[in-house]
């Protein structure tokens, strides 16, 4: 595998993500909504409440909304980046170029792949920053960066982001239209969100020990799902079933 | 520069390729003729490496097609224009060539040299920044046939690329295809069009599944029709009728007031019937020589097949 073909591929997206409002528009109210949003909310608790403790629970189970949005960006972008091609007929003349069904997935992957994690970790700087500055003076200390949301943006926003990328290659090799494939693909989010809202009525407890369990299932996972979609995305296979 | 040696290809338990064998020559322009579902795009693919082959082998350049290394090497060195053009709508025509330049492994300095030549070419070259997406059909016909030639290939497949043009687009990717044809590239081209076949290819392949017939457009209608010359007379009579069946037999008919004579070689013939009927008082006030379309051929032959 060529990365200079993977990256051209993946470039091509960029450069049509950045003309498709909508996709950078989707990506911008998340980030907005989950980085500014959630702090003030945070501080809004922290006014009223007097207690110290519920603090550090609400930081934790707001940074899993960055495991979340690593699942969800990726949802808009691979569909455009695959079914669009599909709308567009484009996909005969580009297989009909020297590159490898391999080049051509990871190409595919790296463009969702890459906006998703980026846009992750600026939105998880900024609340971090946020939420320090709304907290410290009640905590005492700076309660962010830790080993929580350590886990959560090195680890499990990564590989969310893969399953998600891969659900969605999987997904849009099946439909013919856009919103069809991002609403297929929203179904990846709910195990997601049945943790976030386990954690929110406290009946789980994100603690190190279960983010890395977390990570650890989601790393199984992501293997099958690269198997599945590798078996998939073979060109015969792209041209006579997927057009 | 196409070998092609019991080609089959099948979907399942039907066949959409049958046997199919054939030779291009390098610089040959070879047009693909046949119904919807007769293989025409299967056999495309399979050449352009896109989709497997079930049985029989083909080369190209001496590069076997089902054979993953040689795989790549046959789709750096052909162009294609498939049926749908499948542009990036929302980047420009400029950008569009630039990434299949880059797909290509086409160097920066040639692939900026070859993109302004094909634009040129194509008079696209002052619309070179706008989106495609704003394009005619004739326009993105044009893009994408500069798409398919960006890496200077030896062999293009065209794949119906006058399909759904207005005439005028049409005689405009007509004219450049022949163009190309006059700068030696050697052309494979799947196409309905038969007064396009008639006026671009050297050689026709006709194709319902399997190959029934290869051979020029020429060659092709006389095999179907033979030659027939038209006598028109003022009157018929018995006796012109007797004179011309004392030289041809049965190979004639009437209609009206005219005689329809099937002929071998019209140059050595007609004189010697034009003889005959004006010694048996014949008046012949026209002689025309029948030449039936390609698209008359194509349809018996067709009509044949049933």
Redesign the interface.
């Known amino acids: 595998m060529r990365p200079t073909?993977v990256w051209?591929i993946a470039s091509?997206d960029f450069?049509?993500f950045r003309?498709?409002t909508s996709i950078l528009y989707s990506i911008i109210v998340f980030e907005v909504v989950v980085s500014i949003g959630l702090p003030f909310i945070l501080r809004r608790v922290v006014e009223t409440t007097g207690a110290r403790a519920p603090i550090p629970v609400f930081i934790d189970s707001f940074s899993f909304w960055f495991v979340i949005g690593s699942a969800m960006i990726p949802i808009s972008i691979a569909s455009y980046s695959i079914v669009g091609e599909k709308v567009?007929?484009?996909?005969?003349?580009?297989?009909?170029?020297?590159?490898?069904d391999e080049e051509l997935l990871a190409g595919k992957a790296t463009a969702a792949f890459i906006p998703a994690i980026i846009s992750t970790y600026i939105g998880a700087f900024v609340f971090m920053t946020l939420v320090d500055q709304f907290t410290s003076a009640r905590l005492g200390y700076r309660y962010l960066p830790n080993w929580n949301i350590g886990v959560i943006l090195l680890l499990l926003a990564p590989l969310a982001c893969i399953l998600s990328v891969g659900t969605n290659v999987l997904v849009s090799s099946r439909v013919n239209d856009v919103r069809t494939a991002q609403q297929m693909g929203a179904f990846i989010l709910m195990p997601f969100a049945a943790v976030y809202v386990l954690s929110e009525v406290q009946i789980l407890s994100l603690t190190i020990s279960t983010l890395l369990l977390m990570s650890l299932v989601l790393f199984i996972v992501d293997l099958g799902v690269f198997y599945l979609v590798k078996a998939t995305f073979q060109?015969?296979e792209i041209?006579?079933k997927w057009s | 520069m196409i070998d092609v040696f019991n080609l089959t290809k099948k979907f399942g338990d039907t066949a959409a390729v049958d046997g199919l064998s054939f030779h291009i020559d390098e610089g040959e322009v070879f047009g693909f003729l046949g119904p919807n579902g007769a293989g025409k795009t299967t056999t495309t693919r399979m050449l352009c490496c896109l989709i497997s082959k079930t049985g029989g082998e083909a080369r190209i350049a001496g590069y076997e097609i089902g054979n993953k290394p040689d795989s790549l090497k046959i789709r750096g060195i052909i162009g294609l224009v498939p049926d749908n053009v499948g542009l990036y709508d929302e980047l420009s025509a400029y950008d569009n060539l630039d990434y299949y330049g880059q797909l290509y492994d086409c160097p920066d300095r040639q692939r900026a040299e070859n993109i302004e030549h094909y634009l040129r070419m194509m008079d696209l070259w002052e619309r070179r920044n706008d989106p495609v997406g704003g394009f005619s059909k004739g326009m993105k016909q044009k893009t994408a046939l500069a798409r398919a030639l960006i890496h200077d290939p030896k062999l293009l497949f065209l794949d119906e690329p006058t399909a759904s043009l207005d005439p005028e687009s049409s005689k405009m990717v007509t004219d450049l295809i022949l163009e190309l044809k006059r700068r030696g590239k050697t052309i494979f081209l799947n196409t309905h069009n038969l007064d396009e076949a008639q006026r671009i290819c050297d050689r026709i392949g006709l194709l319902k599944t399997r190959l029934l017939t290869v051979s020029t457009p020429e060659q092709l209608r006389r095999a179907v029709w033979g030659t027939r010359t038209v006598f028109e007379l003022k009157e018929i009579n018995e006796s012109v009728l007797s004179a011309v069946q004392r030289l041809k037999g049965k190979d004639f008919t009437v209609e009206g007031n005219k005689i329809v004579v099937d002929v071998a070689d019209p140059a050595e013939e007609n004189p010697g019937l034009v003889r005959a009927i004006v010694s048996a008082g014949g008046e012949i006030q026209f002689t025309t020589q029948l030449n039936p379309d390609l698209q008359e051929t194509y349809l018996r032959l067709m009509e044949e097949t049933k």
């Open positions: 073909k051209l091509k450069r049509i003309k498709k567009q007929k484009s996909l005969e003349p580009l297989l009909a170029t020297p590159i490898t060109r015969e041209l006579t």
